[in-house]
Nanobody
Framework: QVQLVESGGGLVQAGGSLRLSCAAS????????MGWFRQAPGKEREFVAAITWSGSSTYYADSVKGRFTISRDNAKNRMFLQMNSLTPEDAAVYFC?????????????????WGQGTQVTVSS
């Protein structure tokens, strides 16, 4: 049974940083491209960042480029999202997702497995 479990969310002041983690089990982690998505109340789930199975390529939404960094540790079956210079617009539930394949895709329906999400709140 595939499980993706996010952690690291919380409350931070604007301008602050958080590091999210996604722990994967039940799948051959190094065979999956991984992504982060977020969803704010009343809004659709939106793409944040993605990373290839090897970690050699990454892809970011324009809204987070230069502030967020996605990475992974295949030896530990974990993926990370370092978030810097946070703004209230970044507040949302953040989800990690896995898709089997090599392409870095930004559409939620392209991903096979999802975590339950972790809340990020940014105070102004």
């Amino acid at each position: 049974q595939v499980q993706l479990v996010e952690s690291g969310g919380g409350l931070v002041q604007a301008g602050g940083s958080l590091r999210l983690s996604c722990a994967a089990s039940g799948l051959t982690f190094s065979s999956y491209a991984m992504g982060w998505f977020r969803q704010a109340p009343g809004k659709e789930r939106e793409f944040v960042a993605a990373i290839t199975w090897s970690g050699s390529s990454t892809y970011y939404a324009d809204s987070v480029k230069g502030r967020f960094t996605i990475s992974r540790d295949n030896a530990k079956n974990r993926m990370f999202l370092q978030m810097n210079s946070l703004t209230p617009e970044d507040a949302a539930v953040y989800f990690c997702a896995a898709r089997q394949g090599t392409a870095l895709l930004a559409t939620p329906e392209s991903y096979d497995y999802w975590g339950q999400g972790t809340q990020v709140t940014v105070s102004s």
